[in-house]
């Protein structure tokens, strides 16, 4: 089929019901994550008064990613990835209504005698159920839409995300602010996961005709194999990794909020919803102007960015300098994430894309979870301001270096123009058996 993604109209992808009904879910999900988010950030901050619990918190939600992943991704390729949603979604209710039952037990407040370990071990299980949840969640949207609106649907699906960090931090911290307690955004958050999980109960599918396979080291490894084929993907994944593992300046915004800036919870939420505006606003100009010269280019620039502007808000002590800043950082971040979303799901079997998602969310979840660990054991060491601008200079030498090392970043032009990993494993095994024979 002939590839015209970017010739598609600005809402092409709108014209398919599935899209309609699983967008309004991701939607939903997002947003329900990102309010509970904050009030556990603020939650937990407020108990122990230590950053570094807040780094604990990232890292306890990554473990299982991390430990899961390979046979997540491979569940992702076995059973209908439909079903996994659903699961995964009324587990996510199940979650935050844990967290409900923690605060009334337990409170907000904060208490010497106190350790917040159910806490973390609520954080864990919603960790266990990302892991299963991602890889299926992003093998998924390419089965919704035709290729010819593909990066059409990855760019308004990118943009639904984006709002929903907008949407989801402000509608946590303005509840949170207002009535002192996590209690109604709990409520909130697992109201929108079971709407959410009637979305995409809508969804009209084709039958299920997967041939299953049995479980081996070989075919658990395959979503490993096919990106460490592809330079240019392992470079454009890791390249996220390490930029946004040093750059996560938003694991400290309840240190900012807090002891900084000092805008208490409210604030909080207007901060971390600045990074999801310039995040959608980008979105939707991506997908009314898609990148069709110099991506890669276009791509690290905006890395660079993403660390200078990481940077100056660090050394910010004023709100209204420090919003713009975090706006720019969502905004130079989003065109990073459309570029390598498009590349890999475009260039991706669907007999192979949960695994290989399921790699790729090891990576952004490294980037985030583990980000926020490093931010908050650095701001335990040397404070907060200084992690943040570290975090930052480290995010600019590492596109340097990526530049230097991964140069078919630089030369990447048009998204998807590039080689399949397929084409290319393939072409490996049959030298092996050339040379074998």
């Given at each position: ?65 991390i430990c899961l992943f390979l046979f997540a991704g491979h569940i992702a390729d076995q059973v209908q990835r439909q079903r996994i949603l659903q699961t995964c979604v009324t587990a996510f209710a199940l979650c935050s209504g844990l967290l409900l039952l923690f605060t009334f037990q337990h409170g907000t407040l904060s208490n010497a005698t106190y350790r917040p370990y159910p806490l973390y071990a609520i954080l864990i299980l919603n960790g266990i159920i990302r892991a299963f949840n991602a890889p299926a969640n992003s093998a998924f949207l390419p089965s919704l839409v035709p290729r010819a609106v593909f990066l059409n649907a990855v760019a308004w699906n990118s943009s639904a995300f984006q709002t929903a960090t907008i949407v989801g931090p402000m509608i946590g ?265």
């Amino acid at each position: 089929m002939q590839d015209n993604s970017a010739e598609s109209p600005p809402r092409a992808a709108f014209g398919y019901p599935n899209f309609r009904f699983y967008l309004s879910a991701r939607l939903l999900t997002t947003a329900a994550s990102e309010m509970q988010s904050v009030a556990v950030g603020w939650q937990l901050y407020a108990i122990t008064h230590r950053p570094l619990d807040l780094g604990l918190a990232g890292l306890a939600q990554f473990l299982p990613g991390i430990c899961l992943f390979l046979f997540a991704g491979h569940i992702a390729d076995q059973v209908q990835r439909q079903r996994i949603l659903q699961t995964c979604v009324t587990a996510f209710a199940l979650c935050s209504g844990l967290l409900l039952l923690f605060t009334f037990q337990h409170g907000t407040l904060s208490n010497a005698t106190y350790r917040p370990y159910p806490l973390y071990a609520i954080l864990i299980l919603n960790g266990i159920i990302r892991a299963f949840n991602a890889p299926a969640n992003s093998a998924f949207l390419p089965s919704l839409v035709p290729r010819a609106v593909f990066l059409n649907a990855v760019a308004w699906n990118s943009s639904a995300f984006q709002t929903a960090t907008i949407v989801g931090p402000m509608i946590g911290g303005l509840l949170y602010g207002f009535t002192g307690s996590p209690v109604y955004v709990y409520i909130c958050a697992a109201s929108c996961y079971l709407t959410a999980l009637l979305l995409i109960s809508r969804l009209k599918l084709a039958p299920w005709e997967r041939p299953k396979t049995g479980i081996s080291i070989g075919v658990v490894l395959d979503g490993l194999k096919y990106i460490g084929a592809n330079k240019l993907v392992l470079g454009a994944i890791s390249l996220d990794l390490f930029a946004v593992l040093l750059g996560g300046a938003v694991a400290l915004l309840p240190v900012y909020a807090h002891g900084i800036l000092n805008v208490g919870a409210t604030g909080l939420g207007l901060m971390r919803s600045a990074p999801g505006v310039g995040a959608v606003l980008t979105s939707i100009l991506l997908a009314h102007y898609p990148l069709r010269r110099k991506a890669g280019v276009t791509m690290l620039w905006c890395v660079f960015a993403f660390g200078l502007f990481t940077v100056a808000f660090g050394l910010s002590r004023s709100l209204l300098l420090s919003l713009p800043m975090l706006f720019l950082i969502g905004a130079s971040d989003t065109v990073s994430v459309v570029v390598r979303s498009t590349m890999i799901q475009m260039s991706t079997p669907d007999e192979v894309r949960g695994r290989v998602s399921a790699v790729t969310m090891v990576f952004v979840g490294a980037s985030n979870e583990v980000g926020q660990f490093e931010s908050g054991l650095t701001a335990q060491w040397f404070g907060p301001v200084p992690a943040v601008v570290l975090g930052g200079v480290g995010t600019m030498l590492i596109v340097g270096a990526w530049a230097w090392l991964f140069p078919a970043l630089r030369r990447m032009d048009l998204i998807g123009a590039q080689p399949s990993p397929a084409s290319v494993i393939k072409g490996q095994k049959e030298a092996a058996i050339k040379e074998a024979g």
